[in-house]
C-alpha cells in the first residue's frame, strides 16, 4: 500500500476536524434535558440506586467506558450486555436503577428489545442517542442528545463523530455530579488505589520532603554567612528560619534571597539573615497530599516549601527538584 505522506496528513486533519465539529454542535445543544439526566442521576444514587450502561457495536465499548468513569468517581456503575441481558443478565437490575441505553440512531433491535423489559424491572430509562425523533427516544423518559454533523468515515460507515460525540457527554455528565458532590482528592484518590495512578493520588507529603541532616535550618538571628553554610552541607536551595526561644517557623532564605542581599553591600555576609528572609513563607502540613505540594508550587511560583508541624515548627522541607522522581509533575 502506497501512502502519501501529505495525503494521509491532510485525512487525518479531516477526521478530526469532523470529529471536532461533532463535540461542538453537542456542547452548544445543551440544556434543560441534560440538566434532568444530571438531577435523576443525583437522585438515583443519594437513594442507594445504581447507573447501567448498555449499547451494541461501537457503543458497548462507549458505554463500558463511562460506566468506568463514573465507577472512578464513586459512582456505582455498570455495563449490561444488550444481547446477554434477555438470556440471564437482567439480574443486576434493581427497581430505582437508571439505564443509559446508548444507540446512534435509536433505532437499533438489541436496544430497543429492553425498553420494556427494563421498564417492568422498575428502572428509569435514558435514551443516549443522537435521534430525538427514534423510537429509543420517544419511549425512554429522560433523553441524553449528541449531534453529527457527519461522520469522519469517507463511506460513512464505520462510527466515528458519533462515537467521540457520545463519550465526550458522557465524560461531561460524570464531571458535572462529580463537581456538585463535592469529590475530593482523597476521595479520588480512595477509588484508585492500585497502580502508577494510585501512588502518586495516596503520597503524602511526608513521603516525599527532606528532613534529618537534608532539612537546614537556624535561628534567625544567625548571620548570612552562618545560613549560607547551612544551606551548603544540606545541599539544599534553602533554610528555614526559627524563633530561637520557640523553635516557630520565622522565615525561609532561598538562593534567590541570597544573591539579592549581595546587592546591600560588601559586608552583607555578616549581616543577620533576619534582613534577607522571606518572612511569613507558604508552609504545608506533613498528613497534607503531596499533590497538594504541587498545587501550591505552581500557584505561588515558588521552589521550596516548608513543612511544619501544629505549632509552626519546621519538620520537612519539599524541593520541587525532587517531584520528578516521585513521579507527581
Known amino acids: 500500500m502506497a501512502l502519501d505522506p501529505k495525503s494521509a496528513l491532510a485525512r487525518a486533519r479531516a477526521c478530526i476536524r469532523i470529529e471536532q465539529a461533532a463535540m461542538a454542535e453537542t456542547s452548544r ?4 434535558e441534560f440538566v434532568a439526566t444530571a438531577r435523576a442521576v443525583d437522585s438515583v444514587t443519594s437513594a442507594g440506586g445504581k447507573l447501567i450502561f448498555s449499547g451494541v457495536g461501537k457503543n458497548a465499548p462507549i458505554a463500558q467506558k463511562i460506566a468506568a468513569t463514573f465507577n472512578s468517581t464513586g459512582v456505582s456503575s455498570c455495563f449490561l450486555d444488550a444481547t446477554q441481558a434477555l438470556h440471564g443478565d437482567l439480574g443486576l437490575v ?22 420494556p423489559v427494563l421498564k417492568r424491572f422498575g428502572a428509569r430509562l435514558v435514551a443516549f442517542t443522537s435521534n430525538p425523533a427514534s423510537d429509543l427516544a420517544r419511549n425512554s423518559d429522560l433523553r441524553l442528545l449528541y ?12 462510527p466515528t463523530a458519533s462515537t467521540t460525540a457520545a463519550l465526550a457527554l458522557g465524560d461531561a455528565l460524570a464531571m458535572v455530579l462529580l463537581e456538585a458532590r463535592g469529590l475530593t482528592r482523597d476521595d479520588f484518590a480512595k477509588y484508585h488505589p492500585a497502580g502508577n495512578l494510585g ?25 548570612t554567612q552562618e545560613a549560607i553554610l547551612a544551606m551548603t552541607r544540606a545541599k539544599s536551595g534553602s533554610i528555614a528560619l526559627v ?37 511569613q513563607p507558604k508552609t504545608i502540613a506533613e498528613d497534607a497530599l503531596g499533590v497538594d505540594a504541587v498545587r ?34
Do not use: Y
Open 296 to 329: 501550591l508550587f505552581e500557584a505561588h511560583k515558588i521552589d521550596d516549601l516548608i513543612v511544619v508541624d501544629a505549632r509552626g515548627r519546621p519538620v520537612g522541607l519539599v524541593d520541587s527538584q525532587d517531584l520528578p522522581k516521585f513521579k507527581i509533575v
Open 199 to 223: 501512588r502518586v493520588l495516596l503520597l503524602r507529603v511526608k513521603d516525599i520532603m527532606r528532613t534529618g541532616d537534608r532539612l537546614p535550618t537556624a535561628p534567625d538571628t544567625v548571620s
Open 147 to 158: 449531534r453529527v454533523p457527519a461522520e469522519a468515515c469517507p463511506l460513512r460507515l464505520a
Open 94 to 115: 434493581d427497581e430505582g436503577d437508571l439505564v443509559f441505553l446508548l444507540s446512534n440512531s435509536g433505532q437499533s433491535e438489541e436496544i430497543l428489545r429492553l425498553v
Open 29 to 32: 445543544a445543551l440544556g434543560a
Open 243 to 279: 524563633a530561637r526561644r520557640t523553635g516557630r517557623l520565622t522565615g525561609i532564605l532561598t538562593d534567590g534571597d541570597f544573591r539579592r542581599s549581595a546587592l546591600s553591600g560588601p559586608d552583607f555576609l555578616q549581616k543577620p539573615v533576619a534582613n534577607f528572609m522571606t518572612r
